[in-house]
């Protein structure tokens, strides 16, 4: 298997392909230096390193279909799917690119994971939806959903997210050939940006999305009109309390009912604390109630004379106790010299 | 903690009754149950006992010297018997080890022995408790001295004896032969100032000393040993046919004593003496230059005399017998020296008591020997009333001060009298912890000057009266004679020091809930800018002797003028500051030593005398003096002659016509009486403000139009309070909100005034492009609103969130009314269920408080979907997080706020030290790791506990003693406790303690489960390494869980170190030093970052809250338009942004993108530059995997991008070798630097790598 896996690397390496570590293809990127100053030379000519192979995964996923999708490593902080579209170009046309970020659901479960993606691309969708609702009442056709799918993809880039540094992409091809082709890319200078005097308008764009732009972008966007937010609060509660109140019919319907087999289960209704079947209602005790009951009256103390005899021992004990701790103590400070005045 | 918490320090006089029970014999049958009986009913006696007497010590002195006798019966060296009891436990422990109980238990529920009982009895009774007892015996142990090493010292005394024996006596040498004869034998006589002149008939002689006594402290066994080393005294007794009947007059003794002095110096340097390898010096005893003392230091050459081992130094004192002058003739108010100058015959009583107490060496020894022998513990009590004094600098050896002879004195004296009723202060009986803290509890309160201390027979009228001697003294201790004043020296102001050291002594004592053992006994304390608010500096003035205050009549008492000067400084201040002091302390350099062949030193034209200040904290802001009415000429006359031109004659509002005098400004100021000694402003300097310009706008660079000091100073933090109430108001009387507002909580620093600057308000209807891009900055003030209990809120994290939202929307609609404008934010992504979303409101004159509202409903939702068995592991994580941020954000900071809000208007300048902390931790870039609340609990530590010294009540002694704290505490072993409303019980405390040690064995246990490669984990896993509990916070949870890690404290503490030595170095310095010495706390290295990251200054919104701003970011553009004040167009937009500032944003973004392999540090407060550190972990090569964590390339890969060895490497594979090479990977620097810069765009000015790891690797 390793030999194996050596030896590809061996022929590509030799046709001028690209360099492999543990089965992933390497590729260099070149990446603009802007303002560091070091002694190093290695500051002129920098090198990002992507990492990438064909996407293997038993289960099935239809946003990363078998054999279309490429897995790439060490996306850079500030990456794009433009910029992924624009480095894979060469080889075929990219569907789609998605990225994992490492650190942001470090501690979700999978399931969770995946439900977090739904919700995230749910709630895109409907901004989407909402942005062309927006317009609809001014441009109709498909020119403009056009346009505003357009401008969505602007927003998007205005809107820059930064991964966590080694995050993980997957880019989708439209055919199986075209991976292959970019699994067989060849060595070849690839920019990320260029700096530098030849840099085109696209180029200085890419940069625009981050930094200074980026942050005042955001403190815009925190402060949405106090209209729109108002409409998004409503449609949120209308949606929330339909929910709730399908989630309280559902339990009702429930309720005291029996089963095929005949059993009935018994659920909880109404406020949390209380239950009911209609005629009885048991409210569960509050825990400040509980706490201000009454204790339940004391013992005597020091009635018997076990009593007293233990509570005398229980003093010597504790003073013994207290003794042996102090000793401890002091010893611990003799270790640390602490006893010296000067 | 101390388990002795609730035992009081018991006075002894009930263990009378039980000590003797105890020596009842007991039949040996007795049962274990019946010994428990016993000591119970014992336990029972004493805590009624102790109930009735405490702190009346003072009375019961019989009953207690009953019971000295008592124990003085059973061998009471208690040290013993508990060694005893432990051998006792041990033994029974071992023999039984089959005990199901345990070893341990066993011997705790083992039956008592009579011994053991009064052996922990007598621990809480005699003692403090049992700790204190134990550090005590530990204490004693390390000062004092082994007399098994003294053989070489007695050979060397005996030796001295035989030298001055032997040596040829001779009579009536004049002083020019006398001069010569020591010229030749290169001794030049220590006369004492002023010579003696030439043309004096009397004549000088020597024979061999009439008696040589040991005095002091070494024959009494109660030699402490100190960092100066410690002196064994020798007496030499001058024979009296010396002398002649005029001889106290005119300094005749003092000459005479003197050239003696010189014959036994050069007898002992003489060759043929056998110790003339001995190093001799001159000195003076007490520091009196009228009286010279001959010092020996041991000569190292291993002979029979070296008396090296035991690191002392001879000191020989001459002196005579009491016979030789009539007693009446050195009465204090006699004179005894003339002067050609003047006619006056003032009394001479500091010259009568010098020569007085030349003459009761050996009375006094018998004295204090006569107290040691009846008094068991009265040698441990000297050594630990010294070790106390000494820490303190109160024993030392300049003339006007105490020393350890006198505290030894009065412990004496007390166990004969000083009592109440005429009683005995301190019994026989008493432990070495009773004694000293008696002797400590009557200085602190007896009133020295009403009641003089007259030892012996009291005259009760004559020379020696009572009356003569305080007319003529400032403290007055008159020994067993009736005739000597031993304390003639000390100056008022040293006796005021002493007992205001005694009082917090004593209070430290008394304290219950905590050891104060430390502070004590073994903390060194005189350092005068911690210890005192303010110190000054004065260089005396070179014509010191010229000056008016240094009359003629002066001189014939006080031969040094510069002596007089130093005393006189104390009570001249007293009269001119009044009650704006507690305390006023001097001090200087004593004369030290000096080689027997030069002559003696006298104080330099420009010796330093330091003196520190203890403020009041209420008065000494006051602006106005107050004077005595204009038509009461005579007090009117003082007062104008007090303070010069400065006073000045004011009607007052009540009609009142006073003298007074106004102060320039607030607080002190050095140079109001400084025309009473002549001395130029340049040789005075004062340490007191010098660090407030640290917390204001730097005004140098910055126009006041933007920000003015001058006005914040003045107003204080009064005006974001006022407009706090005004939003307040607002919001309570808002309409139609579906709940009203029952409470709001002004929650943000600047409501306990701590905010490093004091908040400013912005004009908000003056356009941004009016103010420059780099003061852009506006701060949201943090304020909570919380709303009427309600039933319909949902029951659902999220939806409270919205509805939230919806409040606030309501909210800014209904107070825009009322000229205030609202801004709703909603905050996406990060704080998903907790805080999210909040309200921005604009407030005249111009702040802008964030307000969010409290639900405390969350808590509960929280709560439950926690402990709820059925949610997973994440889920429960994620609610903890928002359960976390909910009860910080909403339940601690509001109380914090109110707790540390009373505290700084109870300690006025709190406010000050906070913010001088929290600008010094952040100008060393360590913002990021320390929170204002962790900040503010450290400065109040320094407040609510300040022992061993009074809490500050300066800005600059409080900062100089947090970088103290901070540089001293040792966080590993101990928790900070910060008592803010000083009401923390025992309990509290001992829970602390206890949760602390919880935490440090969790951080131990999961340091040692970490293996180096999980990096992440082990800076996770270490929680409050820096521990800091107040009694609302016993697990130190809130502030400093998570951050800092122990890397960063141990930086803050390094840092506090160096910042703290500048300091001292800064203000000890005695040449006159500029104030801008002290710039240099507020700058930090930057050589040891890895990387640092320049911001463009005109992008950072707070570059004017700058250390060290650069004046062109402020200027208007183009002087021609200067008028309009307009800059060019904001990059930001025409918006004024509220909390916007790119230097914390891109701080932010680092941290997210990078937090694993790197630390970033950066000043909050202005800084542009950001410093980077590596993570070395991250940093080393490792296996290449998938979830690498970082942006990383193939180890061995070239600079255009080939991997060098792959085909090395192929071969090598050939051979089953797969590890080296291209499987491994280092982090790629170069990139994420490139990427660094383009997360930064548009900010980042320049990035500068120091040190680039990835290539030494």
Request: hydrophobic residues 35%; charged residues 25%; neutral net charge.
């Amino acid at each position: 298997m390793v030999s194996k896996k050596q030896k590809s690397e061996d022929s590509t390496s030799a046709a001028g392909g690209l360099d492999q570590i543990s089965n992933f293809f390497i590729l260099p990127l070149h990446m603009p230096s802007l303002t560091t100053t070091s002694k190093s030379s290695a500051y002129k000519n920098i090198l990002h390193y992507l990492y990438f192979k064909k996407h293997e995964s038993p289960k099935e996923d239809a946003k990363t279909p078998k054999n279309r999708t490429l897995f790439v490593l060490n996306v850079p902080a500030d990456a794009t799917e433009s910029h992924l579209r624009e480095i894979f170009k060469p080889c075929g046309r990219v569907v789609s690119v998605q990225f994992i970020s490492r650190v942001r659901d470090n501690n979700l479960s999978k399931e969770e994971r995946e439900q977090q993606e739904e919700l995230e691309r749910l709630e895109k969708e409907a901004a989407l939806i909402e942005a062309q609702a927006h317009t609809a009442g001014t441009k109709s056709g498909k020119k403009g959903a056009k346009k505003q799918a357009a401008a969505a993809v602007v927003q998007e880039e205005e809107h820059r997210r930064l991964y966590a540094t080694g995050s993980q992409a997957y880019v989708v091809f439209l055919e199986e050939q075209e991976l292959n082709k970019a699994l067989a890319m060849k060595r070849k200078k690839h920019s990320w940006i260029n700096s530098g005097p030849d840099a085109s308008p696209a180029d200085i764009a890419k940069l625009t999305g981050l930094g200074v732009s980026k942050w005042l972008n955001e403190y815009h966007t925190r402060r949405p009109e106090p209209s729109e937010l108002q409409l998004k609060v409503d449609d949120y509660m209308d949606k929330f309390e339909r929910s709730e109140y399908e989630a309280q019919q559902a339990a009702l319907a429930r309720h005291n009912v029996m089963d095929d087999d005949g059993f009935t289960l018994v659920t909880r209704a109404g406020s949390k604390g209380q239950n009911s079947d209609g005629v009885i209602t048991i409210t569960a005790a509050k825990a400040e109630d509980v706490k201000n009951l009454k204790p339940k009256k004391k013992e005597l103390q020091d009635f018997y004379r076990f009593q007293m005899r233990e509570a005398k021992r229980d003093k010597l004990v504790d003073l013994r106790r207290k003794f042996e701790e102090d000793k401890l103590r002091i010893e611990a400070l003799k270790v640390n010299r602490r006893f010296k005045p000067y | 903690m101390a388990p002795s918490i609730k035992r009081k320090a018991g006075p002894t006089p009930v263990s009378a009754k039980k000590s003797r029970k105890v020596m009842e014999p007991e039949p040996e049958s007795s049962s274990g149950e019946e010994a428990y009986d016993d000591m119970i009913d014992e336990e029972e006696d004493s805590n009624d006992d102790d109930e009735d007497e405490d702190d009346e010590e003072e009375g019961d002195y019989i009953e207690g010297e009953d019971q000295a006798m008592g124990s003085d019966d059973d061998s009471n060296d208690d040290e013993d018997e508990q060694d005893e009891f432990m051998a006792a436990a041990e033994h029974d422990a071992s023999s039984k080890p089959q005990n199901s109980m345990g070893v341990k238990n066993s011997s705790l529920y083992k039956a008592p022995t009579n011994d053991e009982i009064q052996g922990l009895q007598e621990s809480s009774d005699l003692f403090k408790s049992n700790i204190f007892k134990l550090q005590i015996e530990e204490l004693l142990k390390e000062v004092q001295i082994d007399y098994k090493k003294a053989q070489p010292l007695e050979a060397a005394l005996r030796k001295l004896k035989e030298i001055f024996d032997r040596t040829p006596a001779h009579q009536e040498l004049s002083l020019a032969a006398i001069k010569a004869n020591m010229k030749k034998r290169s001794v030049v006589i220590p006369f004492p100032s002023p010579e003696p002149s030439s043309d004096i008939q009397y004549t000088f002689g020597y024979s061999a000393p009439s008696a040589m006594h040991l005095v002091g402290s070494f024959p009494l066994k109660t030699v402490s040993k100190s960092r100066d080393g410690w002196s064994v005294d020798v007496a030499v007794e001058m024979p009296e046919e010396l002398f002649q009947e005029k001889d106290h007059m005119n300094y005749r003794y003092f000459y005479k004593r003197a050239y003696y002095l010189s014959v036994l110096a050069a007898a002992i340097q003489d060759k043929k003496s056998g110790m003339s390898s001995t190093r001799t010096e001159f000195s003076t005893l007490h520091g009196d230059q009228r009286k010279p003392i001959l010092i020996l230091h041991p000569s190292g050459d291993k002979s029979a005399t070296d008396f090296k081992k035991m690191r002392c130094t001879i000191r020989i004192i001459p002196y005579i017998p009491s016979s030789v002058f009539p007693a009446q003739r050195l009465a204090p108010g006699r004179n005894n020296v003339r002067s050609a100058d003047t006619t006056e015959q003032p009394p001479t009583p500091q010259y009568n008591t010098a020569l007085q107490q030349d003459t009761a060496f050996t009375s006094h020894l018998t004295f204090l020997y006569q107290h040691s022998k009846n008094c068991a513990a009265f040698k441990d009590g000297c050594i630990l009333l010294k070790v106390w004094a000494t820490q303190r600098g109160l024993i030392r050896s300049t003339n006007e001060g105490f020393n350890g002879f006198l505290l030894e004195m009065l412990m004496g004296y007390l166990l004969q009298g000083g009592g109440a009723n005429g009683g005995k202060k301190l019994a026989n009986g008493f432990s070495s912890y009773q004694l000293a803290k008696g002797t400590i509890d009557f200085i602190a309160q007896h009133d020295f000057t009403a009641h003089p201390i007259m030892m012996g027979q009291q005259a009760s009228s004559g020379e020696f009266s009572k009356e003569a001697f305080v007319s003529n003294f400032d403290v007055v201790f008159v020994d067993s004679s009736g005739k000597i004043n031993l304390a003639g020296h000390v100056s008022k102001a040293a006796l005021d020091e002493l007992q205001h050291e005694a009082r917090l002594a004593m209070k430290f004592f008394t304290e219950s809930s905590d050891d104060k053992f430390e502070a004590l006994f073994l903390k060194r304390v005189d350092s005068p800018i911690l210890r005192f608010d303010n110190v000054i500096k004065v260089h005396v003035p070179k014509n010191i002797a010229g000056l008016k205050s240094y009359t003629k009549v002066a001189a014939l008492d006080y031969p040094s003028p510069f002596v007089h000067f130093a005393r006189s400084i104390a009570p001249l201040l007293k009269r001119g500051l009044t009650d704006r002091i507690h305390l006023v302390a001097t001090r200087y350099e004593p004369l030290g030593n000096w080689a027997t062949s030069s002559s003696a030193p006298d104080f330099r034209a420009d010796s330093v005398i330091t003196i520190g200040l203890l403020l009041n904290a209420a008065e000494c802001a006051r602006l106005v003096d107050l004077g005595p009415p204009a038509d009461d000429l005579e007090a009117a006359n003082v007062f104008r002659t007090l303070w010069g031109n400065k006073a000045e004659l004011r009607r007052f509002k009540d009609g009142s016509i006073l003298e007074s005098a106004v102060w320039e400004a607030q607080g002190m100021d050095a140079h109001d009486w400084i025309h009473h000694f002549a001395v130029s402003h340049d040789s005075v300097h004062y340490w007191a403000g010098q660090l407030n310009k640290f917390i204001q706008y730097n005004s140098k660079a910055i126009p006041e139009r933007l920000f003015d000091n001058k006005v914040a100073a003045a107003n204080g933090f009064q005006t974001v309070v006022n407009a706090f109430e005004a939003l307040s108001k607002a919001v309570k009387t808002a309409e139609d909100m579906p709940l009203s507002v029952t409470h709001m909580y002004f929650a943000s620093p600047a409501a306990r005034l701590s905010s490093t600057f004091i908040p400013q308000p912005r004009d908000f209807n003056v356009p941004a492009a009016h103010f420059p891009d780099s003061a852009q900055y506006v701060e949201p003030l943090d304020v909570i609103i919380q709303f009427e209990t309600s039933q319909k809120w949902p029951d659902n994290l999220k939806a409270i969130q919205r509805m939230k939202t919806a409040f606030y929307l309501r909210l800014a609609d209904k107070i825009k009314y009322k000229g205030m404008r609202a801004t709703v934010v909603e905050e996406t992504a990060e704080h998903s269920l907790g805080l999210n979303g909040y309200l921005d409101v604009r407030v005249a004159p111009g702040f802008v408080f964030r307000c969010r509202i409290a639900y405390d409903k969350e808590i509960t939702l929280c709560e439950d979907i926690i402990s709820d068995r059925k949610s997973s592991q994440s889920l429960k994580e994620q609610h903890q997080k928002a359960l976390d941020l909910y009860n910080r954000h909403f339940v601690q900071a509001p109380m914090h706020t109110f707790l540390m809000h009373a505290l700084a208007h109870k300690y006025p300048s709190l406010s000050q030290t906070i913010r001088l902390t929290k600008r010094w931790v952040s100008a060393h870039w360590l913002a990021p790791y320390f929170n204002d609340e962790a900040l503010e609990l450290l400065s109040a530590a320094v407040y609510s506990d300040p022992a061993p010294w009074v809490a500050p009540a300066s800005g600059f002694a409080g900062f100089a003693r947090v970088l103290n704290l901070l540089s001293t505490w040792d966080w590993k072993h101990e928790p900070l406790v910060v008592d803010l409303n000083g009401e923390m019980t025992a309990k509290e405390r001992d829970d602390i303690r206890h949760n602390f040690a919880n935490t440090r064995k969790n951080m131990i246990a999961s340091n040692s489960a970490t293996s180096p490669q999980t990096k992440t984990t082990s800076i996770s896993s270490d929680h409050a390494s820096m521990f800091i509990a107040t009694n609302k916070d016993t697990f130190s949870r809130w502030w400093t869980w998570q951050s800092p890690s122990p890397m960063m404290v141990a930086r803050l503490k390094a840092l506090a170190k160096t910042s703290l030595d500048h300091m001292l170095k800064v203000t000890a310095a005695s040449a006159t030093t500029s104030s801008s010495a002290l710039n240099a706390l507020f700058i930090t290295p930057t050589a040891q970052y890895d990387v640092v990251i320049d911001l463009n200054p005109a992008m950072c919104t707070r570059y004017a809250q700058n250390l060290s701003p650069d004046a062109q970011y402020f200027v208007t553009k183009g002087d021609k338009y200067k008028n309009l004040g307009t800059f060019q167009k904001s990059v930001f937009g025409e918006q004024i942004l509220i909390g916007f500032d790119p230097a914390a944003e891109y701080l932010a973004e680092l941290q997210r993108t990078y937090g694993d392999i790197a630390l970033f540090f950066h000043d909050r407060y202005g800084g542009t530059q950001i410093g980077v550190l590596w993570n070395p972990m991250a940093l080393s090569p490792r296996a290449w995997k998938v979830n690498l964590g970082f942006n990383s390339k193939p180890a061995d890969v070239n600079k255009d991008g080939v991997l060098e060895v792959a085909k090395e490497l192929s071969t090598k594979a050939k051979n089953g070798k797969t590890t080296g090479g291209s499987k491994m990977v280092v982090p790629n620097i170069e990139a994420l630097m490139s990427e660094i810069e383009r997360i930064g765009y548009g900010l980042v000015r320049s990035v500068q790598v120091n040190r680039d790891p990835s290539a030494t690797n």
